[in-house]
């Protein structure tokens, strides 16, 4: 009887305390997304985002998404980068256009760890328009479109986020499908 007791006070022990749950982060790219790892770890598997990592290594920023961060990506998708106009892609990847490359990534990049809670919640208490400050100095327009949010960059273009709160260890990654550009 005892022994059962020792069984059943483990078990009791262990089990998940009642409003707790465990939310897995969302697969993206047909890959599981580890909040364990950093930004890079994880997105080197997305099979959608194959000309965003080329482009953040072609740009030298892999070690800096790599540190501690923290950070919100807001990371294009493959698709999004195919509606720049023809050649585009081809010519940021290349040396003499890193300054260039590196601008437009960091606009896509802030230093926080945003989920998207908190940011629409910004949105709200600054009457439905939150300007949202990126370490490439765009600002981006952050708004509601429904229970999406979207952003807008300096040129008009509106991003909506298509998967939100990937966690990573070293902040955050919200999936959009536009490439925000820095004014033109």
Known sequence: MLKLLKIVTLAGALAV??????????????????????????????????????AVKAAGLVETLQGDGPFTVFAPVNSAFEELPAGTVESLLKPENKDQLTKILTCHVVGANALSDAIGKMIADDGGDHPVKTLGGCVLQARMDGDKITLTDENGTVATVTTADVKQSNGVIHVIDKVLLPKM
Do not use: Q, W
Request: glycine share 8%; net charge negative; aromatic share 6%.
């Open 17 to 54: 305390p009642a409003g707790i749950a465990f939310a897995e982060n969302p697969m993206v790219g047909g890959a599981p997304m580890y909040e364990s790892k950093n930004i890079i770890e994880n997105a080197v598997n997305s099979k959608d985002h194959t000309t965003l990592v080329a």
